[in-house]
């Protein structure tokens, strides 16, 4: 099954990850996610120009051969942290057939960083606008703190044109799929 | 600054690279400026570099040339590196699920490390945008994204699509500065498998991550789309935020909150 091809290519991508394994360790992802602070830190993508004669011959082993053992397990960190249950929200039950707009408050609810509370409103059954009226922003002027309220589930009626939404999250779209798309939509709205 | 949220006006620019849309949406003092256009500019750039040495389509990329065994990841550039560890993190920390070695029909194995690459290359793209002053931006790769919103602007208003009707959406998360991430094959078809065994997950139908950076939301999603019946299980047990919708209909809110 396994043909000599083959065996190098998982050679190589094997060699690939026990190097890794230091890389992790020498920098951790954070690396890559650094907010404005570390901007200047990184460099450019320099996509490598010199031929390749000498690498052709056949996988080579890493340089660093440090053999991984001593990489930070993180399922362990990760299991102490308490696993909080997850919890199947209903959507707020909208009254039917209410010819104005109705307001529909929800219970507040404890986040990290704070309480949330969103408020829909309701016209002719479907749920026109949500809006979040307690917001968890700290003391308002800590700019790049990371915060995002909790993912609040709506109505199977909702539309992406009703609902007041910025972007569109969603399975990749590709650029063939990209004009029957809702992100196209509001693409086109705000050109 | 007064406590009542401004309404600002959102300008949105489109490009395509890496086979997909690239959506920004930028708002506040640098909309449609010079330095609102360097900033995009330079943002397109970073994701152009990144496909030329990531791109699986690609047979001149790096990432093709080091699968066929033409070059050593001593050839390639350092990001390389940074991204395969990635991959190696989350392929250990979703028990194998989640794997930059793709196994095709014919049982042999090949590099797509385009599971890490897509939320990794945006943080990168967007660290122009983070520079702009007084200027609220959302960055997003294909459905994927980072956002920033000043406190006195409303947080980022993000839709989650509805796999099972592209039409709508099932949920609504309020984003200040954060990412979100979506993992399903609404769009592509079954291009998401469990590593362990090649099967094309059958019991979700998308799994939506908000995390602080899209490295963390994106893999995540994709891992736990990848874990398919186990996906909200195991981003809670891993304290991630998010919501999976079972291919059965049913939505589910993960919290990570400390209730």
Not at chain 1, 9 to 19: D, E, H, P, Y
Not at chain 2, 106 to 121: E, I, Q, R, T, Y
Not at chain 2, 145 to 162: F, K, L, Y
């Amino acid at each position: 099954m396994v043909n000599g091809m083959e065996r190098g290519v998982r050679r190589i991508v094997f060699g690939a990850l026990s190097t890794v394994t230091v890389v992790v360790l020498l920098f951790g992802y954070r690396t890559s996610t650094e907010g404005p602070a570390t901007t200047a830190a990184l460099p450019a993508i320099t996509p490598v120009t010199t031929t390749e004669s000498s690498d052709t011959t056949g996988p080579s082993t890493p340089t660093t051969t440090q053999t991984p053992t001593a990489t930070q397990t993180p399922t362990a960190t990760q299991t102490t942290q308490a696993p909080k249950a997850t919890q199947t929200t209903q959507a707020p039950k909208a009254t039917q057939a209410a010819s104005s707009p109705k307001t529909v408050t929800g219970d507040q609810e404890q986040t990290q960083w704070g309480p949330v509370q969103v408020e829909l409103t309701i016209s002719d059954g479907s749920i026109t606008d949500v809006a979040v009226p307690v917001y968890p922003s700290g003391n308002g002027r800590d700019a790049e703190i990371n915060s995002y309220a909790l993912p609040q589930l709506v109505q199977e009626t909702i539309s992406a044109q009703s609902a007041n939404i910025d972007m569109i999250s969603g399975a990749t779209v590709t650029s063939d799929g990209y004009l029957r798309s809702l992100q196209s939509a509001l693409d086109k709205a705000g050109l | 600054m007064s406590a009542v949220v401004t309404e600002r006006p959102v300008r949105r620019y489109v490009e395509h690279v890496m086979g997909m849309p690239i959506s920004l949406a930028l708002r506040g003092r640098h909309t449609a400026d010079a330095a609102a256009l360097d900033a995009w500019a330079e943002a397109m750039a970073t994701l152009r570099d990144v496909d030329r040495v990531f791109s699986t389509y690609r047979t001149d990329s790096h990432v093709s040339r080091l699968d066929r065994g033409e070059i050593t990841l001593a050839a390639c550039p350092p990001e390389l590196l940074e991204v395969l560890a990635l991959g190696e993190r989350w392929r250990q920390e979703s028990g194998g699920a989640f794997d930059v070695r793709r196994g095709d029909a014919s049982g042999s194995f090949h590099l797509d490390p385009s599971g890490v690459v897509k939320g990794w290359a945006v943080e990168r793209a967007a660290r122009p945008l983070r520079l702009l002053a007084d200027t609220d931006f959302c960055l997003s790769a294909g459905g994927d994204m980072a956002c920033v919103a000043a406190p006195e602007s409303a947080p980022w208003r993000v839709g989650i699509e509805d796999p099972l009707d592209l039409d709508a959406v099932v949920a609504v998360v309020p984003v200040r500065c954060g990412a979100v991430a979506t993992s399903g094959l609404a769009r592509r078809g079954a291009h998401i498998t469990d590593a362990r065994t090649g099967r094309v997950p059958t019991r979700v139908a998308s799994v939506t991550v908000v995390a602080d950076d899209l490295v963390r939301a994106d893999l995540d999603a994709t891992a736990a789309f990848a874990l398919d019946a186990e996906a909200a299980t195991w981003l809670a047990a891993r304290g991630s935020t998010g919501v999976v919708v079972w291919a059965d209909g049913r939505r589910e809110v993960v919290s990570a909150g400390r209730g």
